[in-house]
């Protein structure tokens, strides 16, 4: 199973509300700050909403 290491790069100032919104699910709040989600489609679609502020890494875990 996969995971993604994701940055949050730039400040949310001028970015629209739905695109903040979509920073705070992704456990987002200020700048540097970083957070582990799941590869998943619907994690996939809300950084690609907001990719323009974001530095996304990919982790893999070994099982076992």
């Known amino acids: 199973m996969s995971r993604l290491r994701i940055t949050l790069r730039r400040s949310l100032i001028g970015c ?5 919104d979509t920073a705070h699910a992704l456990g987002l709040r200020r700048p540097r700050q970083t957070s582990l989600r799941p590869d998943n ?3 996939r679609g ?3 909403k907001i990719d323009h502020v974001l530095s996304v890494e990919q982790i893999d875990e070994d099982q076992g």
């Open 16 to 20: 629209s509300r739905d695109q903040k």
């Open 46 to 48: 809300m950084i690609d």
């Open 41 to 43: 489609p619907a994690v």
